[in-house]
């Protein structure tokens, strides 16, 4: 189990005392997103850093300075051939832009695309079909408007599919990801 809380992450192993990662003095987390093996956690001033679940232990496994605040994040679904780990992380920042992180161990957290977008990202949903052949990225903004975009699975490349203002209202547009059957 794993608490995150605005100043620490707190990982309670089934077995055993509890560990906690304190965030450094003067910032707060803002945001949170992992699977069963990963976690990464946004702070204030757009901070990214990066934590492995490894033997029983959660370790800080990379970090990287977006110098932008953070408005929303998601990881990929996670894949039985990277053992069980998500492939890929998507960063929605105030600067109305997503940016797709790589989460490989030899280019962790490094920029693989940008998208801009006329308004801020206020959710960011990764969704995968096909067997796992097709990788979708549902971007939602705070003027309501919805843009899917399919990433190429072997590069990360983006390719805008469809926008579209969901909703009379203008409202943030937020995603939560649901298991389903292929």
């Given at each position: 189990?794993?608490?995150?809380?605005?100043?620490?992450?707190?990982?309670?192993?089934?077995?055993?005392?509890?560990?906690?990662?304190?965030?450094?003095?003067?910032?707060?987390?803002?945001?949170?997103?992992?699977?069963?093996?990963?976690?990464?956690?946004?702070?204030?001033?757009?901070?990214?850093?990066?934590?492995?679940?490894t033997d029983g232990q959660l370790l800080?496994?990379?970090?990287?300075?977006?110098?932008?605040?953070?408005?929303?994040?998601?990881?990929?679904?996670?894949?039985?051939?990277?053992?069980?780990?998500?492939?890929?992380?998507?960063?929605?920042?105030?600067?109305?832009?997503?940016?797709?992180?790589?989460?490989?161990?030899?280019?962790?957290?490094?920029?693989?695309?940008?998208?801009?977008?006329?308004?801020?990202?206020?959710?960011?949903?990764?969704?995968?079909?096909?067997?796992?052949?097709?990788?979708?990225l549902l971007a939602g903004c705070v003027?309501?408007?919805?843009?899917?975009?399919?990433?190429?699975?072997?590069?990360?490349?983006?390719?805008?599919?469809?926008?579209?203002?969901?909703?009379?209202?203008?409202?943030?547009?937020?995603?939560?990801?649901?298991?389903?059957?292929?």
């Open positions: 189990i794993l608490q995150v809380h605005k100043t620490a992450v707190v990982h309670i192993p089934p077995e055993g005392e509890a560990t906690q990662w304190d965030a450094p003095d003067l910032t707060m987390i803002e945001h949170a997103c992992g699977n069963a093996m990963q976690m990464t956690i946004s702070l204030n001033g757009g901070d990214l850093r990066y934590f492995q679940l800080e496994s990379g970090t990287e300075p977006l110098d932008k605040d953070i408005s929303c994040m998601d990881m990929s679904v996670a894949e039985e051939e990277l053992g069980g780990s998500a492939r890929y992380l998507a960063v929605g920042c105030v600067d109305d832009t997503v940016q797709l992180l790589s989460l490989q161990q030899n280019t962790m957290l490094a920029k693989i695309c940008i998208a801009s977008f006329g308004s801020q990202p206020s959710s960011v949903c990764f969704s995968v079909h096909g067997g796992g052949q097709t990788i979708l003027n309501g408007e919805l843009t899917r975009i399919s990433v190429a699975a072997g590069t990360g490349s983006f390719s805008i599919e469809h926008q579209q203002l969901l909703g009379e209202a203008v409202r943030a547009a937020g995603f939560v990801r649901v298991a389903h059957a292929d």
